[in-house]
C-alpha cells in the first residue's frame, strides 16, 4: 500500500484563487520532504524542500511568497499555491526520504488546473 | 550542465526485444542511484537500485560506471508492460534526488 499519501488527487480552481495540497507519510516520520513540478513531457523538477519544525528551502526560480510550505509535524507537510494563475497548472508531487533504506516514497500527485 | 542527463528517446521496440539506455549524472558526490518508473500522469515508482558491482531483478539488469559517471538500464524480453517513462535518479550527499528527464519505452506487439 502506499507509504506517501497526497490529496488531493486533482483541483480544478480559478485564477487569483489559492490551492493547498497535502503530502502524508503513513508508516514513517519523515523530517524532510520535497516537493516537486512536473510540466508535460518533461522532468521532475525540485521546487523546495519542506524541513519539520524549520523554514522550507526553496530552490532558485521558485517563489516562496507564492507557494507556501508548511510541516508542522513529521507525517506531514502542505503546499499551498497563493493567487494562483494559468501557468501555474501543472503535476505537483511530494517525497519523502526515508534514509534507513535510501528510498523515496512518492505521493500521487496533484493534478492542479487553473482557469 | 544538468545534474543528471537521460536520452529521451522515445525507444520503439518490438515486443522480446532487449532495450538499453544510460544516464550520465554530474555530481561525483552521488552516493546512490534508482531507476523509477513513471507511467503517464502517475507517480513514479521504484524499479530498482543501482549498485556499484551491478545488479539483476528479472528481465532487468543496471549497471553502475562511477569512473564515467553513468547508469545503464537494460531490459530483455520486453513485454507490453513494460512501456513507460524510465525516470534515472541519483542522490547527493544532501539527499535532494535529482531526476533525468526520462526516457520513454513503448513496446509494440
Known amino acids: 500500500g502506499a507509504v506517501v499519501s497526497q490529496h488531493p488527487s486533482w483541483v480544478i480552481c480559478k485564477s487569483g484563487t489559492s490551492v493547498k495540497i497535502e503530502c502524508r507519510s503513513l508508516d514513517f516520520q519523515a523530517t524532510t520532504m520535497f516537493w516537486y513540478r512536473q510540466f508535460p513531457k518533461q522532468s521532475l523538477m525540485l521546487m523546495a524542500t519542506s524541513n519539520e519544525g524549520s523554514k522550507a528551502t526553496y530552490e532558485q526560480g521558485v517563489e516562496k511568497d507564492k507557494f507556501l510550505i508548511n510541516h508542522a509535524s513529521l507525517t506531514l507537510s502542505t503546499l499551498t499555491v497563493t493567487s494562483a494563475h494559468p501557468e501555474d497548472s501543472s503535476f505537483y508531487i511530494c517525497?519523502?526520504?526515508?534514509?534507513?533504506?535510501?528510498?523515496?516514497?512518492f505521493g500521487q500527485g496533484t493534478r492542479l488546473t487553473v482557469v | 550542465r544538468k545534474e543528471v542527463e537521460q536520452d529521451p528517446g522515445p525507444f520503439n521496440v518490438p515486443e522480446g526485444a532487449t532495450v538499453a539506455f544510460n544516464c550520465t549524472y554530474s555530481n561525483s558526490a552521488s552516493q546512490s542511484f534508482f531507476w523509477y518508473r513513471q507511467d503517464c500522469r502517475k507517480e513514479p515508482k521504484l524499479l530498482m537500485s543501482?549498485?556499484?558491482s551491478g545488479n539483476e531483478d528479472g528481465r532487468f539488469t543496471a549497471q553502475l560506471n562511477r569512473a564515467s559517471q553513468y547508469i545503464s538500464l537494460l531490459i530483455r524480453d520486453s513485454k507490453l508492460s513494460d512501456s513507460a517513462t524510465y525516470l534515472c535518479?541519483?542522490?547527493?550527499?544532501?539527499?535532494?534526488?535529482?531526476f533525468g528527464a526520462g526516457t520513454t519505452v513503448t513496446v509494440r506487439a
Open positions: 535518479v541519483v542522490t547527493p550527499p544532501d539527499y535532494k534526488l535529482s
Open positions: 517525497s519523502a526520504y526515508r534514509p534507513e533504506n535510501t528510498e523515496a516514497f
Open positions: 543501482v549498485y556499484s
